[in-house]
Each structure stands twice: as structure tokens, then as C-alpha cells.
């Protein structure tokens, strides 16, 4: 069976810095994508970045990287000098063949960027 | 401004009520979704249209009835509601269902109160 796991439900992090978000997942798949999405308190989930499974390099959009360690079954996002703006939950998500492609989302974590 | 596009944003219905969610995209997604997210949950999965055909219910009571009428459009039917049915109903699509890149485009949501 897949599994997403988020293990800080907040996380503060001072304007301008750096903060990381963990995300591990368990999976006997093969092939799989790994997945980060931002949710305002507006509703909308927005999609930040993608890794694949058998990508060498981790990916990178913008302030967002993605640190993939397989090997841990980890994949952290790290967001770089933080805004007001990035105050927001971010829920890490998994998709894969076992389950019929469906996406699974973790618990979801409250990032809080204080001024 | 957000791709996938949801109708009404806002719904208060009550129980013996008929009312139905909305939702359009015109990205030339193949794959359609509907999702319950309660309040500090994660998104759960109801339902997946591949090439507009229902392809997963993810045993979904019947008071809820999904349809795709062509590959735009994605409608949710509403009857006889339970008050812990009060959620945000969100619709996503995405390019295609069966691989594991594809990352899922959201609505803003129909934030849905049943008294």
C-alpha cells in the first residue's frame, strides 16, 4: 500500500529564511511522482513541484526545491527566503501504479512566515 | 487565474434539497476528479473520470452522483444530503490518468453547508 507521511502539522519559519517541510512515503512501486501543493486559506490547491522517481536530479521551481533521497524514501521541500505570502498549508503527495494512479496526499503541514 | 473552474463557490443546501457542483476546464485534460476535503484534512479522493468514463468510486454514498456530459465538464449531484457532508468540494484534472507525472490542476473549490 502507498503512504505519505507529514510529521510537523505547523512549522514557523522568520521572513527571508529558509524552512524545509519533511515528507517520507512508503511505496512498492517502481515508478511513482512525488508532489507538493500549496493550499491558501482561500481553498484553491496549487500545484509547486514534481519529482519522479527515477529522476537523477532533484527538482527545483523557482524558491521551491525538492529534496529526494530514495534511498530514505524521503522527499523534503525546501523553500528559500520565505514571504508572507508562502503562510499556507502544504500537503506532499504520491502517485503511482498500486492504487490506479491515484494521488494520495499527506497530512498536510501549516507553514506560518512571520514579518 | 485558476484553469479549472467550479460552480458555485458557495452552497448552503439542506437535506431534503437537490442541488448540483459545477466544474470546467478546457486544458484538454483527459482526466477528471472530485474531492472531499474537510476542514485541516488532507483531500480524499470520491471520484475519477478517464477519457470521461467513471473509472474509480471510491465507495461514495449514492447521495452523491457524479457525471462527466462531454470532456470539458465535470458535475456532482447533490441529494439528500447529510449535515457531516459540509465540506470543500474540490474538482482537479489532470493530462492524462494513467502515468505517474501528471500533476493534478485544481479548482478553487465549492465550499458546500448542509443544515
Known amino acids: 500500500a502507498q503512504k505519505i507521511t507529514q510529521t510537523q502539522p505547523g512549522m514557523f519559519v522568520q521572513e527571508k529564511e529558509a524552512v524545509t517541510l519533511d515528507c517520507t512515503y512508503d511505496t512498492s512501486d517502481p515508478s511513482y511522482g512525488l508532489f507538493w501543493y500549496k493550499q491558501p486559506s482561500s481553498g484553491e490547491m496549487i500545484f509547486l513541484i514534481y519529482?519522479?522517481?527515477?529522476?537523477?536530479q532533484n527538482a527545483t521551481e523557482g524558491r521551491y526545491s525538492l529534496n529526494f533521497q530514495k534511498a530514505r524514501k524521503s522527499a523534503n521541500l525546501v523553500i528559500s527566503a520565505s514571504q508572507l505570502g508562502d503562510s499556507a498549508m502544504y500537503f506532499c503527495?504520491?502517485?503511482?501504479?498500486?492504487?490506479?494512479?491515484?494521488?494520495?496526499f499527506g497530512a498536510g503541514t501549516r507553514l506560518f512566515v512571520k514579518a | 487565474d485558476t484553469e479549472v473552474t467550479q460552480t458555485p463557490k458557495h452552497l448552503v443546501m439542506g437535506m431534503t434539497n437537490k442541488k448540483s457542483l459545477k466544474c470546467e476546464q478546457h486544458m484538454g485534460h483527459r482526466a477528471m476528479y472530485w474531492y472531499k476535503q474537510k476542514a485541516k484534512k488532507p483531500p480524499e479522493l470520491m471520484f475519477v473520470y478517464s477519457y470521461e468514463k467513471l473509472s474509480i468510486n471510491e465507495s461514495v454514498p449514492s447521495r452523491f452522483s457524479p457525471e462527466c456530459p462531454n470532456s470539458s465538464l465535470l458535475n456532482l449531484h447533490l441529494h439528500a444530503l447529510q449535515p457531516e457532508d459540509s465540506a470543500l468540494y474540490l474538482c482537479?484534472?489532470?493530462?492524462?490518468?494513467?502515468?505517474?507525472?501528471?500533476?493534478?490542476?485544481f479548482g478553487e473549490g465549492s465550499r458546500l453547508t448542509v443544515l
Open positions: 503527495a504520491m502517485r503511482g501504479r498500486t492504487g490506479g494512479f491515484k494521488t494520495i
Open positions: 519529482q519522479g522517481s527515477y529522476d537523477q
Open positions: 482537479a484534472s489532470s493530462h492524462d490518468p494513467g502515468y505517474p507525472t501528471g500533476e493534478l490542476f
